[in-house]
């Protein structure tokens, strides 16, 4: 059988016959030398023969190609023993069926020793004599393999983190964050020991508050030096963390013994809050010497961190209990204690340089959190979200609930504007973090607005300024700050007008549907179209939808708006159809905003306008963003669900932009997901835009979903896009949002400005 194979080791490219590439035996053999894998034909089965090895195979596991064809036990011998049994109890099955392709990453051991990880991409075929052969690639994914672990790894770290930092919010005690803190350090960085020990009032000894492999009955009882002479002691004194790798070779201080134990490594970090009044000392000990990784220190010190603001934020709640003046949802200060201290603070501004701001905030979309998960939940949210508004700032400032989500922050002897800046850049930093609802994960932004006092100034009209800044930061898209200036003012007034304005809007007709164009990448023809509102006034024009469908969603004019879209686009779907029935349908996109996904009459009042328009339910799609999905993805779950027993396709938009995972791509009943422009915008000049893209087409295909691509505007996306399988595109290469008219004349004489299938 060996002799069915070219100098190449390829079945049926004999010297001098071409493949369809062009290219003789002699030339593959050239080009599987510069192949960065080992190409390989083999018999299926554990001693199967191997016919052919390309070079790269000793670069890779240590193996001339003739060393490993002349052991045909070889590669079942190399495989990891961890790995054996299932890879070839896989690769017979896999054989058996004579499977069209396979990839399998399993280990493998090189020559020396090492372990290397293999991606085995193989197909099985019959040659001309009848016989079954494996005909592959091995790929060393060993890299990739221990980037992802290390990855993983961090991320544990960093959930660990957040759900310690979510339970101190939460009203944990100080003992059980201790124990959960000192078990997620022993499990997460692979240590014997851990513990949290407290420095004693007089400050020379240390005690142990908590601890992982350690008798409970030394908690409280067992005593450390806290002297300069001791791991814990020196950490305390220089302030930063302490890594010891082999405390044989440790020269700084004593090795600590823990009874007839004696350690091997130890990491210890300082747990200090801001007043900078040490609490004590987190550590970690191995029993064997190791090295720490820099995030092996980061996590430690993160956890550390939590505690020592869960430590300092309960003697401040301590404090605020004991005024008369505060909110009972939260235990903030309330708007009449605020402004009583904002007035003293503005009084004292004449005797001094320094300065003071308002920060007036509220949290974005928070009527959506009431309306859909109800008012406890709500309250849930206020209360959760007081602590972390105080973990941003100094023990100086203070921090109120006005009512509702609104909260003023007065921060007192500052040196600029820069100070509130930083402040309202941290607020922001911390509420990244997902807060924790009834059980479920939610992600929840704010928006802040800042107002300079100098001297001279009155609280009211302070506090009216933050207002107005707050605002603006909402009109520009939110979860972000912004500072006043006069022209906010106008701009308020102007806000309110549009608002008013707005509600007369649908009455008076002055609302239209535009439609762009959803283009095969195939054939380029029109296969769908994505319906847009357009608002145009009376008296100022065309009103863009960034500037109306913010304050729509907010006061609740949203759902009207989108059910008049909804039916109106449907309508015009139906009417396309009945002009062409003997052609394919036209699909129609209608997107969804947040608070029409949180409805749950929503597939009803869809089910309503597909009766009343007579459309087809497999022609409508419905959008919703990745923002949304992650919000209530619960319950999401039973809306989409109801929407997809109608029939309609369901389609995720704006893919790549938000923080939706893979759980919830296959809990969810989508469709269709849509790759959004800020990656499309890159393809053929920026790498990365080009491997994420490409990552999310070849997701979809896995997960068996079609795939869209925004923002196509050149040749060069549509080719990048092609090449890649990306297999329908929208964007201004092809067409603008334009009248229901040109969408028609395009469906009875060809979409005159789309490319033609030589461009």
């Avoid at 590439?21 to 593959?28: L, N, S, V």
């Avoid at 069926?97 to 197909?123: K, N, Q, T």
């Avoid at 009943?669 to 070849?698: C, H, M, Q, W, Y």
Wanted: net charge negative; hydrophobic share 40%; aromatic share 6%.
């Amino acid at each position: 059988m060996v002799g069915d194979y070219d100098s190449a080791g390829l079945p049926g490219a004999g010297q001098g016959e071409s493949t369809s590439g062009g290219m003789a035996g002699d030339g593959y053999s050239e080009l599987l030398e510069r192949v960065p894998a080992i190409v390989y034909v083999a018999d299926p089965g554990e001693d199967g023969l191997w016919y052919y090895a390309s070079p790269q195979i000793e670069h890779i596991l240590g193996y001339t190609p003739a060393q490993w064809c002349a052991d045909p036990d070889l590669w079942a011998a190399r495989l990891h023993p961890d790995d054996r049994e299932w890879v070839l109890t896989r690769e017979a099955r896999l054989a058996a069926d004579a499977c069209d392709g396979a990839a399998l990453e399993y280990r493998m051991l090189h020559r020396d020793g090492r372990v290397v990880w293999i991606r085995d991409d193989s197909v099985i075929v019959r040659d001309e004599a009848g016989e079954l052969r494996w005909h592959g690639v091995l790929s060393d994914v060993t890299e990739r393999k221990q980037v992802e672990a290390e990855l993983e790894r961090r991320a544990a770290q960093q959930a660990a983190v957040a759900v310690l930092g979510e339970h101190a919010l939460e009203g944990a005690s100080t003992e059980e964050l201790m124990h959960e803190a000192v078990r997620s350090a022993a499990e997460l960085l692979g240590v014997e020991l851990a513990a949290v020990w407290e420095l004693l009032p007089a400050e020379t000894e240390l005690v142990l508050r908590s601890g992982l492999g350690w008798p409970a009955s030394e908690f409280g009882n067992l005593r450390y030096p806290a002297a300069e002479g001791s791991q814990a002691g020196y950490t305390l004194m220089t302030g930063a963390p302490v890594v010891v790798e082999d405390w044989d070779a440790e020269t700084r201080f004593a090795q600590p013994r823990y009874g007839e134990r004696r350690t091997g490594a130890g990491l210890s970090v300082k747990i200090e809050g801001r007043s900078r009044e040490p609490f004590g000392v987190l550590i970690v000990q191995s029993m064997t010497p190791r090295a720490f990784a820099p995030g092996d220190v980061d996590y430690l010190q993160a956890l550390a961190n939590v505690l020592a603001d869960a430590l300092e934020r309960q003697a401040i709640e301590d404090a605020i209990r004991e005024r008369a003046v505060h909110d009972p949802l939260t235990g903030l200060p309330n708007r009449v204690l605020f402004v009583d201290r904002l007035e003293h603070a503005l009084a004292r501004l004449g005797r001094s340089e320094a300065l003071c701001a308002i920060l007036f905030l509220d949290l974005d979309h928070f009527k959506l959190v009431n309306d859909s998960l109800g008012h406890h939940v709500g309250d849930e949210l206020l209360t959760a979200a007081a602590p972390r508004l105080k973990q941003a700032l100094r023990l100086s400032d203070t921090v109120a609930r006005f009512g509702g989500d609104e909260f003023g922050i007065l921060l007192e002897d500052i040196s600029s504007e820069r100070d509130a800046i930083e402040t309202a850049e941290r607020i922001a930093a911390i509420f990244a973090r997902p807060f924790v609802l009834s059980g479920s994960e939610h992600f929840v932004t704010t928006s802040i607005g800042i107002a300079l006092a100098r001297g001279g100034e009155l609280a009211d009209e302070l506090i009216r300024d933050a207002d107005a800044a707050m605002y603006r930061a909402k009109d520009r898209g939110r979860a972000r700050y912004e500072v006043f200036d006069e022209g906010m003012r106008g701009r308020a007034i102007e806000r309110l007008r549009v608002e008013n304005d707005l509600r007369r809007a649908l009455e008076r007709g002055e609302l239209r549907l535009e439609y762009q164009p959803v283009v095969s990448l195939r054939n380029f023809s029109l296969v769908g179209v994505e319906a847009l509102v357009r608002w145009r006034h009376p008296e100022r024009g065309e009103i863009p939808p960034s500037d109306f469908i913010p304050i729509a969603e907010e006061n609740g004019l949203i759902e009207p708006i989108g059910r008049w879209v909804l039916e109106r686009a449907c309508r015009q779907a139906a009417e396309w159809y009945a002009a062409r029935p003997d052609s394919a349908p036209l699909t129609m996109s209608v997107n969804l905003s947040a608070v029409q996904v949180t409805r749950r009459s929503l597939p009803d009042v869809v089910a309503s306008i597909l009766r009343s328009t007579g459309l087809d339910p497999a022609c409508l799609s419905l959008e919703i963003t990745e923002t949304v999905m992650v919000r209530d993805a619960e319950g999401l779950g039973e809306v989409l669900g109801a929407l997809k027993a109608l029939g309609v396709r369901l389609v995720l938009d704006d893919f790549g932009t938000g923080y939706s995972s893979l759980s919830y791509l296959t809990r969810l009943p989508l469709d269709v997901l849509k790759v959004d422009r800020s990656f499309v915008d890159g393809l053929g000049s920026e790498p990365r835009d080009t491997a994420i893209t490409e990552t999310i087409i070849a997701m979809s295909r896995a997960l068996s979903l079609d795939v869209v691509a925004e923002g196509v505007e050149t040749s060069e996306h549509v080719r990048e896009l092609s090449r890649l399988g990306c297999g329908l595109a929208q964007g201004f290469h092809f067409s603008r949002a334009v009248p229901a008219e040109e969408i028609t004349r395009a469906l009875e004489h060809g979409p005159a400005w789309l490319p033609t299938l030589n461009t």
